[in-house]
């Protein structure tokens, strides 16, 4: 795996958390835990009379955010991305958000360098007569499954299905998502032992974080596994920097 192919899977699985979280918290008012908001957009939106809005925009998320996780169909993902991650950015701004349109204008420029890197896929767009007919994606070169793909798929989907009756299921339905996201990465034979830290560490953080309610009630400190596993995903992510610059 080459450098820019670890950064471009760490952009990836980065964004999909974020946007697959951030759907499931809004459809269980506020409980699937997440980094961007607002996690009541609905219950908001209902007192204008846009809660079926509410709910595309958070069903738009989790579909979103599950293909990017996907691999195989990520590309699709980040290309539906771009106009969300606009969107919400030109909503902050006219809101006037203080901060929140930056962290908006992170996320969409590591949506455009995840284009970037399937440049090669995409230039027929621009070039038609650059690219060769059936030119498969980097991503599916590297990561060519399909039922562990499809099971991130399924799994997104009973979240949204489940977040109206049952806290319980939604969790895990999500929680379940993004361990087979990270499963379907995992490949112990051509990934050296930084990048397999990196994905360990980075998949603690993210499943301890999106239980942070349910695991607080049992008295679970949730900072230190999220603080220990963003620690250990940062230092693999240098020292896997380091041994490829050699």
């Known amino acids: 795996m080459r450098l820019t192919d670890f ?5 990836r699985l980065l964004l999909g958390y974020v946007f697959l979280s951030s759907g499931l918290c809004k459809l269980s008012d506020g409980h699937f835990g997440q980094l961007i908001g607002p996690p009541l957009l609905i219950r908001q939106l209902e007192q204008y009379q846009l809660g079926l809005f509410g709910y595309f925009v958070a069903i738009s998320q989790v579909l979103v955010g599950a293909l990017v996780l996907s691999q195989r169909w990520s590309l699709l993902g980040l290309v539906m991305l771009v106009p969300m991650n606009v969107s919400i950015m030109a909503v902050t701004i006219s809101q006037q958000w203080t901060g929140t349109p930056y962290v908006n204008g992170f ?6 360098l995840a284009l970037a890197y399937e440049w090669p896929s995409l230039r027929f767009f621009l070039i038609p007569e650059s690219t060769p007919a059936g030119l498969p994606t980097r991503t599916h070169q590297l990561f060519p499954g399909f039922w562990k793909p499809v099971a991130v798929l399924a799994l997104a989907l009973l979240g949204v299905v489940a977040a109206p009756f049952s806290l319980p299921t939604t969790l895990a339905a999500g929680v379940s998502a993004m361990i087979a ?3 379907n990465v995992w490949r112990p034979e051509r990934m050296s032992w930084p990048i397999l830290a990196t994905l360990g560490a ?3 953080a993210v499943t301890t974080l ?10 679970i400190n949730v900072h230190i596994p999220v603080l220990t596993g963003l620690m250990i995903a940062f230092l693999g992510a240098v020292v896997t920097t ?4 050699r």
């Open 107 to 112: 996320f969409l420029a590591l949506n455009l």
């Open 181 to 183: 996201a990270w499963w």
């Open 210 to 219: 999106s239980m942070a309610e349910p695991l607080t009630r049992v008295k």
């Open 7 to 11: 950064y471009a899977l760490l952009i």
């Open 202 to 204: 980075s998949l603690l």
């Open 242 to 245: 380091l041994m490829k610059r």
